[in-house]
């Protein structure tokens, strides 16, 4: 808890993503304005959705996961790459996981979305960058961080051939890229961290 309290910016997050959730579980008009809606976007502009989306939940469990996710990996990277860094990944990896999920869906106008967890995976892939062995629990079992994301990035490729879930594997696989990217971009040691890492496994 003291961790999380020292992180001002994954507080933000957590605080602004339960309320809004919360809010809109009881206003089904607010939850409407926000969502990721292609066709409201592309015919009337409605551009805030590509933010707000990623604000808002399916339900409590949906909540829940997400934010317990981002609980235990965002304090990690804000520690390493400061506030205002990780401010930039989390904020870039949803609006580039909107953006990409609206691209792939854009001759489908009743196409729609939300959830943070195309910038939970930004955060999750970019802790990846600094500990790629450090072990991540999956369902109870324990795997390597490097081998988790090669496994998500294959998951998330096969979701989007399929097509026939109501999970959004373009958002999550461009949030996982992206947050990788904008790391890379704001604390360009992370690369080297990196590579070393890999290079001293395979050594």
Not at 30 to 37: D, K, M, N, T
Not at 48 to 75: C, E, Q, V
Not at 149 to 172: E, K, P, Q, T, W
Request: hydrophobic share 55%; net charge neutral; glycine share 8%.
């Amino acid at each position: 808890m003291e961790d999380l309290l020292a992180s001002r910016a994954t507080l933000i997050f957590l605080v602004a993503n339960v309320a809004i959730s919360f809010f809109a579980f009881s206003n089904e008009a607010f939850l409407r304005w926000g969502i990721l809606h292609s066709g409201s976007i592309i015919r009337n502009r409605e551009y805030h959705r590509i933010l707000t989306s990623g604000f808002l939940h399916a339900d409590p469990m949906h909540l829940l996961f997400n934010m317990i996710t981002l609980y235990f990996f965002g304090p990690v990277i804000e520690s390493v790459i400061g506030s205002q860094s990780f401010f930039i990944v989390y904020l870039a990896a949803l609006i580039g996981g909107s953006l990409f999920a609206l691209f792939r869906h854009r001759n489908d106008y009743n196409y729609s979305a939300l959830g943070a967890s195309g910038a939970v995976s930004g955060i999750v892939f970019s802790f990846c960058l600094f500990a790629p062995f450090a072990l991540i629990f999956v369902f109870f079992i324990p795997v390597p961080a490097i081998l988790y994301a090669v496994l998500f990035m294959l998951y998330s490729l096969y979701g989007m051939g399929r097509n026939n879930d109501n999970i959004g594997h373009d958002a999550h696989l461009a949030g996982a890229v992206i947050g990788v990217v904008a790391t890379i971009l704001v604390e360009p040691r992370s690369l080297a961290i990196f590579i070393g890492q890999i290079t001293s496994f395979l050594s």
